[in-house]
Nanobody, 120 residues
Framework: QVQMVESGGGLVQAGGSLRLSCVAT????????MGWYRQAPGKQRELVAL???????NYADSVKGRFTISRDNAKNMVYLQMNSLKPEDTAVYYC??????????????WGQGTQVTVSS
């Protein structure tokens, strides 16, 4: 079993910054890809950013230049630095990890979500 726990959400004014953190725990052998997704009210969950174990990143067009994803492989942690926040960034943010457990079983694990609210 692999668990993901996010932290760092909250309320911020437009133009402000927040940093989200997420740790993966459990029977982890390796994590290939870690990422952040978000879901706004009435909308589908969407990709925000991904990062591979080698450090390659991919961002949604809507956050390029404002958000930065990073990870600490030794700690099984992923971070999302969010700058120049806009009201349309308001959503529940979920972290995600894909990898292999110590039992050599592939896994996909999601966090419980953390609310980010940007006021205008």
């Amino acid at each position: 079993q692999v668990q993901m726990v996010e932290s760092g959400g909250g309320l911020v004014q437009a133009g402000g910054s927040l940093r989200l953190s997420c740790v993966a725990t459990g029977s982890i052998f390796s994590i290939d890809v870690m990422g952040w997704y978000r879901q706004a009210p009435g909308k589908q969950r969407e990709l925000v950013a991904l990062i591979t174990s080698g450090g390659n990143t991919n961002y949604a067009d809507s956050v390029k230049g404002r958000f930065t994803i990073s990870r600490d492989n030794a700690k099984n942690m992923v971070y999302l630095q969010m700058n120049s926040l806009k009201p349309e960034d308001t959503a529940v943010y979920y972290c995600n990890a894909r990898g292999r457990s110590r039992f050599q079983v592939d896994f996909i694990s999601w966090g419980q979500g953390t609310q980010v609210t940007v006021s205008s």
